[in-house]
């Protein structure tokens, strides 16, 4: 068999030149594309569902003569970390 890349002459059964390493037959699965389109609507999700935690917290923080209780301070720190660990998670796949 002669390679479809360099002309060298291989071997019937050969998988790849052993001179250039061109591939002899055409892949049986389509290698998977290098970039991955990117949307911006999850950014701008995130963007949102952090600026409406940051309006409840500071609407709550008025409405009460003190600021905040404790507990909602912590529920509201914890959804913004949930939400950033969530994003990045998401970024990985």
Do not use: H, N, Q
């Amino acid at each position: 068999m002669i390679c479809r890349s360099c002309g060298t002459e291989i071997a019937d059964k050969a998988l790849i030149c052993y001179k250039c390493g061109a591939a002899t037959t055409d892949p049986v699965v389509p290698p998977p594309s290098s970039t991955r389109p990117r949307s911006r609507v999850g950014l701008i999700v995130t963007f949102a569902a952090l600026v409406l935690l940051a309006v409840v917290a500071a609407v709550l923080a008025r409405s009460s003569p003190s600021g905040a209780p404790p507990v909602v301070t912590w529920i509201v720190a914890a959804v913004a970390i949930v939400i950033v660990a969530l994003r990045a998670y998401a970024r990985r796949r």
